[in-house]
């Protein structure tokens, strides 16, 4: 029986994912990219003396290209909001370097996989922000 490679290939949880653009600076092959906008955080707490309307980011789109990535698993270590995390799923054969491009979609299906370093399952896509930290 074959082995299950823990570090097949990366996960996203994307609800827990603040697009705080922590692992596009520091992934040292560039290969995240983040889209996200601003919207007002209607369940933050409102106070009578507030000047402006707390907003929030929203996740539009995540990307990592697997084509230059090099596995050194930065972008899980540095994500402090643990949103990102290695999973044993295997990567499909691709037939073209666009392939090789996965987004939000598809790193979110690795979930189902996926384990933090402590051995603890990830959150799945059903689930909401774990709200934990890393220490
Ligand atoms: S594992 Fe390393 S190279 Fe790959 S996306 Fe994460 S930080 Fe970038
Ligand atoms: S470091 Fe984590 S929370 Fe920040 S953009 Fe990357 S995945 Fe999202």
């Known amino acids: 029986m074959t082995e299950l490679n823990p570090h097949a290939t990366?996960?996203?949880?994307?609800?827990?994912?603040?697009?705080?653009?922590?692992?596009?600076?520091?992934?040292?092959?560039?290969?995240?990219t983040v889209d996200a906008h601003s919207e007002p955080d209607e369940d933050a707490p409102q106070?009578?003396?507030?000047?402006?309307?707390s907003m929030k980011n929203v996740l539009d789109e995540?990307?990592?290209?697997?084509?230059k990535c090099m596995w050194c698993g930065i972008c899980i270590d540095v994500c402090p909001f643990d949103a990102l995390f290695w999973s044993s799923t295997q990567m499909p054969a691709a037939t073209s370097r666009e392939e090789l491009i996965f987004d939000v979609n598809q790193l979110a299906a690795?979930?189902?996989d996926a384990r933090r370093n402590d051995g603890s399952p990830a959150p799945q896509i059903d689930e909401p922000p774990s709200g934990r930290r890393k220490k």
Request: with cysteine; charged share 15%; hydrophobic share 35%.
């Open 10 to 32: 990366i996960a996203l949880h994307p609800a827990s994912c603040t697009s705080c653009m922590l692992c596009v600076r520091e992934c040292p092959d560039w290969c995240i």
């Open 47 to 53: 106070y009578s003396n507030a000047r402006r309307q």
């Open 62 to 67: 995540f990307t990592i290209d697997f084509g």
């Open 110 to 112: 690795s979930l189902p």
